[in-house]
């Protein structure tokens, strides 16, 4: 009888261990299926630092298209006169953008450049808004970037 008690003990283990198994997969294809899709070229909209403090690329230097080119693993942000690029990883809805290069060459208006340097470091998520507006978020709330998807590449 032993015998019998120890051998359901071990079954009901093996299918508890087994059973908690399925819900990890289930809880990976859930986070797959919201996996976020940012590949393309993004307007720069609005770069918001905090509630009373944020530069809009287009009012600030009027006639140049500032935007952020994303592929697979890499961004490159074109402004007015200089580049960013770096790699980033996208998780579900969290994205890491990774320290790259930057071109440093002096320009009559860098606002865009000084706004980007401050706030891309601390981007944690990306949040859609019908596949033409994009919102990358700081942790703190009041910071983000506002992009608006490109109807055709500029180049």
Do not use: F
């Amino acid at each position: 009888m032993k015998k019998v008690v120890s051998l359901l003990g071990v079954a009901v283990t093996l299918l508890t261990a087994c059973s908690g198994n399925n819900q990890k997969t289930e809880r990976l294809s859930d986070i797959e299926k919201k996996q976020v899709e940012i590949h393309g070229q993004w307007y720069l909209e609005n770069i918001v630092l905090s509630d009373s403090i944020n530069v809009r690329p287009s009012e600030e230097v009027p006639g140049s298209r500032q935007y952020i080119l994303l592929t697979d693993s890499t961004y490159s942000i074109i402004t007015n006169c200089n580049a960013i690029s770096g790699n980033y990883t996208l998780k579900g809805d969290s994205i890491c953008l990774s320290d790259g290069a930057m071109t440093e060459i002096a320009c009559d208006n860098m606002a865009t450049e000084d706004a980007l340097r401050k706030i891309l470091p601390h981007i944690v998520t990306v949040d859609m808004e019908n596949d033409s507006i994009m919102r990358l978020n700081c942790s703190v709330p009041s910071e983000y970037i506002v992009l608006r998807k490109a109807t055709t590449e500029v180049k």
